[in-house]
Each structure stands twice: as structure tokens, then as C-alpha cells.
């Protein structure tokens, strides 16, 4: 900022108003008020908190093993047989789409062998 003095110094300055400063707005300060309890609750409970988020984990895990161990059950009790050479071999659902693709790819195979002299 400049002086008054300095202000009324200058070409073309003709008054010598009083300068003001601007009006200061007086904002209200916002204050937060927490419960004392839930304050001490909540910066003591991360240990409490983790190990509930643990524990629910664990019984997600446990249940999601559960249910693939009853599909594995299931795709056995619902497996095809098939009779080779008088030995009969139970396969699985997946087992059988695996072997259908071995089956093809061998097939294909054994034309390509066929086609080349």
C-alpha cells in the first residue's frame, strides 16, 4: 500500500479522501460438539472393529467352501458312466467336457496326419 502522502503527491490526484479499509465481515466460526462416549468408542474400537470384519470373512470363507463341497457331491451323484473294456469309470460333468475336447482334438489331429504324404 501506499502513504497518503504519497497519494496526494501524484498528477491528477485532486481530493484527499481518507481511505477506508474494507468492511470486515465477522464469520461465524462453526464448533462441533462430539458425544464424549461415542468419541471414546470410536478411537478405542478399531481393534474391535477389525476383528468383526475378520470374523465375518472367515464365515464367508467357510461358507463358500461348504457350498463347493456339496456341488463337487452333486456332480458325482449326478455323473455319467461310462463301461470301457469291462472296468466302469465314473466322470464328472467337467471331466466328460474334458474328454470331449481331447476327443476332438484328436480327431483333428489324426486328419491332418492323414492329409499329409
Request: hydrophobic content about 20%; charged content about 50%.
Amino acid at each position: 500500500r501506499t502513504s497518503m502522502a504519497s497519494r496526494a503527491g501524484r498528477k491528477g490526484s485532486k481530493s484527499k479522501k481518507k481511505w477506508t479499509s474494507r468492511p470486515r465481515y465477522n464469520k461465524r466460526k462453526m464448533e462441533v460438539r462430539f458425544d464424549e462416549d461415542d468419541r471414546r468408542e470410536f478411537l478405542t474400537g478399531f481393534h474391535k472393529r477389525k476383528q468383526q470384519r475378520r470374523e465375518k470373512a472367515n464365515k464367508k470363507a467357510a461358507e463358500k467352501e461348504k457350498s463347493d463341497r456339496r456341488q463337487r457331491r452333486k456332480e458325482k451323484r449326478d455323473a455319467s458312466s461310462t463301461i470301457k473294456t469291462g472296468v466302469q469309470t465314473t466322470f464328472t460333468k467337467r471331466e466328460e467336457q474334458q474328454l470331449k475336447e481331447l476327443k476332438e482334438i484328436a480327431k483333428k489331429h489324426t486328419e491332418y496326419v492323414r492329409r499329409c504324404p
